[in-house]
Nanobody
Framework: QVQLVESGGGLVQAGGSLRLSCAASGSIFSINTMGWYRQAPGKQRELVAAITSGGSTNYADSVKGRFTISRDNAKNTVYLQMNSLKPEDTAVYYC???????????????????WGQGTQVTVSS
C-alpha cells in the first residue's frame, strides 16, 4: 500500500505564511512529478505547483513569486512554502504524485495520479 500524507495546513491571517509537507510511503519504486493542487468551495481542483524528480518546477500564475515548491527525493517528500497568503488562497490543498509502485514478484505498476487526503488552508482577511 502507498500513502501520501499531508501536513502543515491551518488558519493564518492575510500576509502570513504556511509550509505544507507531503510524505509518500509504502512500496514505492520511484516517484516522477510531485505536485500540489487546491480546491476551493464551489470551484474545480486546480494545479498550484509541481516539481519533477530533477527539480524542474511549474507554478500557477496566481502563486508565482509567493509560493515555492521543493522536494527531498531521499525522503519521498514534497514541500510547499506559501508566503504573502491571501484570502483567495483558502482551499483544501492536495498532494499529487506520479509514481511507480513495486509489488512482490518483481512487478511494477505506474500510477500517474496518486492523491493525498488533503489539508485545509484558511486565510482570514
Amino acid at each position: 500500500q502507498v500513502q501520501l500524507v499531508e501536513s502543515g495546513g491551518g488558519l493564518v491571517q492575510a500576509g502570513g505564511s504556511l509550509r505544507l509537507s507531503c510524505a509518500a510511503s509504502g512500496s514505492i519504486f520511484s516517484i516522477n512529478t510531485m505536485g500540489w493542487y487546491r480546491q476551493a468551495p464551489g470551484k474545480q481542483r486546480e494545479l498550484v505547483a509541481a516539481i519533477t524528480s530533477g527539480g524542474s518546477t511549474n507554478y500557477a500564475d496566481s502563486v508565482k513569486g509567493r509560493f515555492t515548491i521543493s522536494r527531498d527525493n531521499a525522503k519521498n517528500t514534497v514541500y510547499l512554502q506559501m508566503n504573502s497568503l491571501k484570502p483567495e488562497d483558502t482551499a483544501v490543498y492536495y498532494c499529487n504524485a506520479d509514481l511507480t509502485r513495486r509489488f512482490a514478484g518483481g512487478t511494477y505498476y505506474r500510477e500517474k495520479d496518486y492523491w493525498g487526503q488533503g489539508t485545509q488552508v484558511t486565510v482570514s482577511s
